[in-house]
């Protein structure tokens, strides 16, 4: 990557659930420290994670619940759509690099979107690490959201020097 080059970085949905995380995400994308990625198998995982979670805190489903979530999605899918790019990840898929099949999308996503890293907090599935400790394939990293946070951070330094 070249040090003027804005950062290109796949979000997970592990990064997108947690609300103090997912919050940090959008405001760096806002000051332009990064582009953000998010694709169709994203924001349908969001979802469905979201649901599950506010279903769990209610203990149970009611109408206004539905309402609530309703209007809760249609607040978050805003967001997203306006803070961050949406690529297409749809098959064929390129030879998996993750133990998790339903996580093969999200290389495919930073392949597509010319994206230097994939952040995911779901460590279990990055590929191997390299010698250095990095967990990298093809020019790409995966990398959790607070070693991703370091990252912006330094090089916000680095740029302000």
Do not use: C
């Not at 979201?50 to 967001?79: E, N, Y």
């Not at 020019?139 to 680095?158: D, K, M, T």
């Amino acid at each position: 990557m070249k040090p003027d080059e804005v950062p290109r970085a796949v979000l997970d949905t592990s990064v997108l659930v947690p609300d103090r995380v997912r919050r940090a995400l959008v405001a760096a994308a806002r000051a332009d420290q990064f582009e953000g990625i998010i694709s169709p198998h994203i924001i349908g995982e969001l979802y469905r994670v979201l649901t599950v979670i506010g279903i769990r805190r209610a203990r149970g489903f009611s109408p206004a619940l539905g309402r609530q979530l309703s209007r809760d999605s249609k607040a978050l899918m805003s967001i997203l759509l306006n803070d961050f790019e949406l690529w297409n990840t749809e098959p064929p898929y390129d030879p998996p690099v993750t133990s998790d099949p339903d996580d093969h999308h999200l290389m495919l996503a930073a392949r597509r979107a010319q994206a230097q890293f994939v952040v995911s907090n779901d460590d279990n599935n990055y590929p191997s690490a390299d010698s250095m400790g990095l967990h990298v394939v093809d020019g790409i990293e995966f990398l959790s959201s607070n070693s991703f946070s370091l990252r912006l951070n330094e090089r916000a330094r680095v740029r302000g020097s």
